[in-house]
């Protein structure tokens, strides 16, 4: 079984929706989509990925699921450099975040006393716990850390979500703390992460990420992908994004 999940095209989050750019992408994206023969698809109930997923939708006449848990991960947390209010809980300073020992180990990233002042690791529970289900109702079962194969298959299924959300259901996935996905990872705006099931011994299966962020779609159309998700490359550029 081969998995897609999908960020959304260039956002525009004053409406909650995409930009012009962000049109184009999910354009550029559907075109590509339409041929892959995907069995289902499920998306965000935010705008900016309904949008991003309607062009896809609309060439197939098909309709999405819609999974409150593939909203965006937003836990707030007092973050160690800004004290006057809270901050989503996943975008920090690289000279904050990197301290933390417990940040890099999969089973313990979210018992960082930051994260106890939050509900980070029960949204991240049921995100996952839901993911899963959907997973078990196309016949693959998590058992720990790998999937009890009950219906062996070669559907896929799109996602259309989010950044930190894609990063979230990753984590789960390839039992990589989030914190470090969250931090060294950027899926541009529209890409497609892929991932596909390997069963080496039967009934035994891991999902292998053969794609991450691929925008091959905008680059077909010599479009370039847009920054959003991204920082400043160099401190004193003057026009890409600082914070």
């Not at 075109?31 to 197939?60: H, N, Q």
Request: with cysteine; glycine share 4%; proline share 5%.
């Amino acid at each position: 079984m081969e998995l897609l999940i999908i960020r959304h095209g260039d956002p525009d989050y004053t409406i909650d929706s995409l930009t012009k750019k962000g049109w184009k992408e999910a354009e550029y994206l559907s075109e590509k989509l339409v041929k892959m023969d995907i069995k289902d698809f499920y998306v965000s109930p935010l705008g900016r990925a309904r949008d991003t997923a309607s062009c896809t939708l609309k060439k197939l006449n098909r309709e999405a699921v819609v999974c409150p848990w593939l909203r965006e991960f937003n836990p707030r947390i007092h973050r160690p450099d800004v004290t006057d209010r809270k901050m989503i809980a996943w975008d920090w300073l690289p000279q904050d975040w990197t301290r933390v020992p417990e940040f890099y180990d999969y089973d313990s990233w979210w018992k960082a006393d930051v994260f106890q002042e939050a509900d980070v690791k029960e949204e991240y529970d049921w995100v996952t716990e839901n993911f899963d289900k959907v997973l078990e109702e196309h016949g693959y079962v998590r058992e720990k850390n790998y999937y009890r194969v009950e219906k062996a298959n070669k559907d896929k299924l799109a996602f259309f979500c989010h950044f930190g959300l894609g990063c979230v259901l990753l984590s789960h996935l390839l039992h990589i703390s989030p914190m470090i996905l969250w931090h060294h990872f950027v899926a541009a705006p529209s890409s497609v992460t892929s991932l596909i099931t390997e069963e080496r011994r039967e009934g035994i299966a891991l999902f292998r990420m053969r794609n991450y962020g691929d925008v091959s779609h905008l680059y077909a159309k010599g479009e370039e992908p847009a920054f959003a998700a991204r920082f400043c490359e160099t401190f004193d550029d003057p026009i890409q994004r600082h914070d």
